[in-house]
């Protein structure tokens, strides 16, 4: 009976292992196809969109700040930022920002870009969170942006798109 409880525990451990390793990557690639067919069912079961605002307000306005300082410039933005956000995370938003991070190629036949010129790192953070670093081929990831996916129960969702440009060097958020 020991034996078999050693047996069930260790297979369980890899089972486990075994999700928190695929579990994101296939959150991941299936918010990619969801943006790329435009399947919006799957990106809602892909994406937080009230947590995704949040985030994208904060690193905005926090990138804002830092360059434009306090100037009647950067009021006017920050107070245009909500909008701003708004019209950003949606669907077609959403392409254009993973678009931005210079790892897919605009074109008529998006499904064909997923991963054209990408490269793609995965960096677990904790057991609730994973970054999915993306950059062209031939960059340093600064040249990129990170995708940040949460675990929410069993599910793993889109938290968070940002780019090192906007955070302060050495900044780790």
């Known amino acids: 009976m020991a034996r078999f409880l050693r047996w069930f525990l260790l297979l369980a451990v890899i089972i486990t292992g075994a999700w928190f390793y695929l579990a994101p990557r296939r959150a991941y690639d299936r918010f990619l196809k969801a943006i790329a067919f435009g399947n919006a069912e799957e990106l809602d079961a892909t994406v937080n969109f009230p947590v995704l605002r949040r985030h994208l307000r904060e690193d905005l306005r926090t990138g804002l700040e830092r360059t434009a300082g306090k100037g009647p410039g950067a009021t006017v933005a920050l ?4 909008v701003l956000v708004d019209a950003a995370v949606t669907p077609e938003g959403l392409n254009q920002i993973i678009t931005g991070f210079g790892t897919r190629v605009s074109s008529s036949f998006e499904a064909d870009t997923l991963s ?40 793993w969702k889109l938290t968070r798109a940002w780019s090192p440009r906007l955070l302060a060097p050495g900044s780790d958020r």
């Open 79 to 82: 107070s245009m930022l909500g």
């Open 116 to 155: 054209r010129g990408a490269e793609t790192s995965h960096r677990y953070r904790s057991l609730s969170r994973v970054d999915v670093v993306l950059h062209p081929v031939g960059t340093t990831t600064g040249a990129g942006g990170t995708l940040t996916f949460s675990r929410d129960g069993l599910s």
